[in-house]
Structure formats: structure tokens, C-alpha cells
T-cell receptor
Framework: AQTVTQSQPEMSVQEAETVTLSCTYDTSESDYYLFWYKQPPSRQMILVIR??????QNATENRFSVNFQKAAKSFSLKISDSQLGDAAMYFCAYSGGSSNTGKLIFGQGTTLQVKP | DAGITQSPRHKVTETGTPVTLRCHQTENHRYMYWYRQDPGHGLRLIHY???????DKGEVSDGYSVSRSKTEDFLLTLESATSSQTSVYFC????????????FGPGTRLTVL
């Protein structure tokens, strides 16, 4: 069975600085998707960035980028120029494989604090 | 924003009572999902649906049932609520060709006393 692990329950960063959130996963599949979701205090789940496993190039969305290491099964999120609005819980998630029902498997989450 | 609503948004109930949560979408997406969110566990899949009347179990399905009689509605039922089912429940939708991206509803906070 696939698993997703986020080993950092809490992280903090100074405004305008860079922070990296870690995520590792386990799967025997070769075709899958990885996601980072943001959950602010409003509780709404917001997609931050998506990575397709067959693409070697790391995904980037404005200040958000990932470091995807397929062999190591690692998928970290880098937030550059951190802003107060980035404070939230971040979830790493896995989906796909041969069944491709779209089910998401989530990590435990990392709470990010941004200090002014 | 994807058109997903959940009702009710908050509910307090007593142990042993039945509870039904409703998810409604206006996107005509084929797949719908119910997750629960608990501290230290992230979100975990309860049940999902891949079409009208087509459903399957997720990771934490014990004590829950679902029904989907129309494309737009996916119901989650707790037949006899227990305190361990106190949680925040999220509905999500996705389309098969959308790179597995899921769109989430606003969540329902359920408290079982």
C-alpha cells in the first residue's frame, strides 16, 4: 500500500525568507501524481502545486517549487520570499498508479508559521 | 472555484443517532470522495464514487455508508454516530482527465457527544 510521510509537524520562517517542507512517500507504481495542498485557518483545501512522476522537470508555480527525487521517493516544497499569507497547514498527497481512481493519500501535515 | 457545497457546515449530535452529510457539485465530475480530517492523520479516505450508484470503500470506511443516486449528489451516512466519528469531513470531486487534481468542498465539522 502507498504511504505518505511528513516528518515535520511544525515549521517556522521569517517573512521574505525561504523555507522547505519535506515529504517522502512509498509506492511500487511507476506512474503517479504528487501534490501539495495548503489549508489556511478557513479550512479550505487549496492546491498549491502538482508533479507528474513521469516528468523529470520539477514543477514551479510562482514562489512555490518542488524538488522531486523519484528514486529517493522524496517530494519537498520550497516556498521563496515567504509571506504572512503563506501561514497554513500544508499537506503532501499521492495519487494514481495503475488503478487511477484518483484517490488521494495524504501525509500528516506540516503547520507553517510565518514571522513578521 | 469549483462548485462544491457541503451541508450542513456544522453539526452537533448525540451518540447513537443517525447522521447524513450531503455533498453537492455543479461541475458534472464523475468522481466524488469523502475524507475525514483528524489531528496527526491528515485526511483519510472514507468512501468514493466513480459514477451513479457506483461506490467503493476507502481506508476508514467502518461505520459509514454512502449513496449516489444522481451525478451531482454524494451522501455520507453515519448509521449510529460514535464519539470517534467526531471530525471534519471533506467532500472532493475530480474528473478522470484532470491529472487527478481534486477540488474540495468547504468541510463539515461534526461533533458527536
Amino acid at each position: 500500500a502507498q504511504t505518505v510521510t511528513q516528518s515535520q509537524p511544525e515549521m517556522s520562517v521569517q517573512e521574505a525568507e525561504t523555507v522547505t517542507l519535506s515529504c517522502t512517500y512509498d509506492t511500487s507504481e511507476s506512474d503517479y501524481y504528487l501534490f501539495w495542498y495548503k489549508q489556511p485557518p478557513s479550512r479550505q483545501m487549496i492546491l498549491v502545486i502538482r508533479q507528474e512522476a513521469y516528468k523529470q522537470q520539477n514543477a514551479t508555480e510562482n514562489r512555490f517549487s518542488v524538488n522531486f527525487q523519484k528514486a529517493a521517493k522524496s517530494f519537498s516544497l520550497k516556498i521563496s520570499d515567504s509571506q504572512l499569507g503563506d501561514a497554513a497547514m500544508y499537506f503532501c498527497a499521492y495519487s494514481g498508479g495503475s488503478s487511477n481512481t484518483g484517490k488521494l493519500i495524504f501525509g500528516q501535515g506540516t503547520t507553517l508559521q510565518v514571522k513578521p | 472555484d469549483a462548485g462544491i457545497t457541503q451541508s450542513p457546515r456544522h453539526k452537533v449530535t448525540e451518540t447513537g443517532t443517525p447522521v447524513t452529510l450531503r455533498c453537492h457539485q455543479t461541475e458534472n465530475h464523475r468522481y466524488m470522495y469523502w475524507y475525514r480530517q483528524d489531528p496527526g492523520h491528515g485526511l483519510r479516505l472514507i468512501h468514493y464514487s466513480y459514477g451513479v450508484k457506483d461506490t467503493d470503500k476507502g481506508e476508514v470506511s467502518d461505520g459509514y455508508s454512502v449513496s449516489r443516486s444522481k451525478t451531482e449528489d454524494f451522501l455520507l451516512t453515519l448509521e449510529s454516530a460514535t464519539s470517534s466519528q467526531t471530525s471534519v469531513y471533506f467532500c472532493a470531486i475530480s474528473a478522470p482527465s484532470a491529472d487527478n487534481e481534486q477540488f474540495f468542498g468547504p468541510g463539515t465539522r461534526l461533533t458527536v457527544l
